[in-house]
C-alpha cells in the first residue's frame, strides 16, 4: 500500500480514476486517496500488492504503462497484466483508465476478497 500511496505524488489532486470490470473496485473514483481507502479496505490487513513496470511511454499530453500487478490478500493470490493510461495536465495526472488484460480472473480474484 505503501508503493501505491507514492504514485499519489504524481496526481492532481482531483485525479480521476476509471477502474474496469464487475468487482468491488470497479467505477469511477474522484481522488486518488478515495480509490486507495477502497483498496485497503478490500484486502485488509497484511497484504501486499506490487506493481512491475514493463514499460512506459508518453507525450506532453498522455502518458501510458505496461504493468504487471500482482496481489495476496486473505490467503488469495493473483497476478495480472495491466495497462494505465493518464492524461497529463499541468505535468501531473488527471485522469486514469486501468485495463486489465484477464478482466474475469482479476473480478474473481476481487469479488473473492470481498465475501
Not at 485525479?15 to 486507495?36: E, I, K, Q
Not at 511511454?57 to 495497462?83: E, I, M, N, P, Y
Request: glycine share 8%.
Amino acid at each position: 500500500m505503501a508503493t501505491l500511496r507514492e504514485a499519489n505524488l504524481l496526481a492532481a489532486g482531483t485525479v480521476a480514476l476509471h477502474y474496469p470490470g464487475r468487482n468491488p473496485l470497479s467505477g469511477d473514483h474522484v481522488g486518488y486517496t478515495v480509490f486507495l481507502e477502497k483498496v485497503a479496505a478490500l484486502v485488509g490487513d497484511g497484504a501486499t500488492i506490487t506493481r512491475e513496470l514493463h514499460d512506459a511511454f508518453g507525450s506532453d499530453d498522455h502518458a501510458v504503462q505496461l504493468l504487471t500487478v500482482s496481489a495476496t490478500a486473505k490467503g488469495r493470490s493473483c497476478t495480472w497484466q495491466a495497462t494505465a493510461t493518464f492524461h497529463v495536465r499541468d505535468g501531473r495526472f488527471s485522469e486514469c483508465w486501468i485495463s486489465i488484460h484477464d478482466q474475469h480472473a482479476l473480478d474473481e480474484f476481487l469479488n473473492s476478497l470481498a465475501s
